[in-house]
């Protein structure tokens, strides 16, 4: 089936894979050029993994694992199939997001720094807990076969619209995050000074801010959406009928108005023929 704005389509999709692509190369760069490379040791080191995992599973690939349905080349491939491939990278986003938190929570004890006290952890923390959250829902309600087409139907937009929140939380947090370590980390020279690597790391948050943009754009445009299988039969939300059988009612009714219309001629023309048989009686008598 063929997409409609394909090229439209192919280009965003390059350009979004291109900026999360970079995102991530710019926050490499930045940790191991600027602030002195990666470790796990408890020191600063072991810190920098927070953003790269963040920026690398959290950002990159949970906006991938969100539009991987919305793939034409995929639309051949079995609902359940792309179901794993959705839920197999929201797994691996979800764990590195956990990494990047225990790499935050071992500097801070090993430095004595206080946990959890500003509105970057507190926004950040919610976002990995309800993602959670979100993976654990849809695997149990839309990947496992255990439950009813009803309650998939009435959960589906729930689960559509949180995962596009938590997406859009995450970005915020990433912006807030990137935006409070300069500030604690740039002293001489200072933050708004414009220092190169100010300048550098404010780049990467037009390019995590652009990546996020173009995921959501793609994902709400309806003529992108994945097509519906012609043998699925689902329950509609509001109690309806399921998916194709208001065509198929339609059509017996149809055929059956046909078919009553066929018989109500049939009966009529033998009416007349008997009606000119009678007549033609009368005139021989």
């Known amino acids: 089936m063929a997409m409609e704005g394909y090229r439209g389509f192919l280009g965003l999709l390059v350009s979004a894979l291109l900026v999360g692509f970079l995102s ?114 849809g695997f149990f309600v839309f990947l496992l076969p255990w439950a009813p087409l009803s309650l998939r139907a009435l959960l589906m937009p729930i689960h559509v619209y949180s995962g596009l929140l938590i997406f859009g939380t995450v970005i915020a947090t990433v912006l807030m995050g990137v935006t409070e370590k ?9 933050y708004s000074t414009f220092p190169p690597e100010g300048v550098f790391t404010n780049t990467l948050g037009l390019l995590i801010l652009v990546f996020g ?6 994902v709400t445009r309806p003529q992108w959406k994945r097509p519906k299988e012609p043998n699925s039969v689902l329950l509609q939300p509001n109690g309806g009928a399921p998916e194709g059988m208001e065509g198929s ?37």
């Open 213 to 218: 943009a173009l995921i959501f754009w793609i």
């Open 249 to 285: 009612v339609a059509m017996n009714f149809g055929n059956m108005d046909k078919s009553d219309s066929e018989l109500n001629s049939e009966a009529a023309a033998r009416k007349r023929n008997i009606t000119l048989d009678e007549a033609g009686q009368r005139s021989t008598m």
């Open 182 to 190: 300069l500030i604690f980390a740039l002293k001489n020279p200072a």
């Open 24 to 137: 991530v190369i710019f926050t490499l760069i930045w940790v191991l050029h600027y602030r002195e490379g990666l470790g796990w040791d408890g020191t600063a080191l072991e810190f920098n993994w927070h953003p790269v995992l963040v920026v690398t599973g959290f950002v990159f690939i949970q906006g991938i694992a969100i539009i991987v349905y919305r793939l034409p080349w995929t639309w051949k491939c079995s609902k359940l199939l792309m179901k794993s491939i959705h839920a197999g990278l929201n797994a691996v986003a979800a764990i590195l997001a956990i990494i990047s938190l225990v790499a935050v929570f071992d500097f801070h004890n090993a430095r004595n720094i206080p946990n959890m006290y500003s509105l970057h952890s507190w926004v950040g923390l919610t976002a990995v807990i309800l993602y959670i959250l979100q993976l654990l829902l």
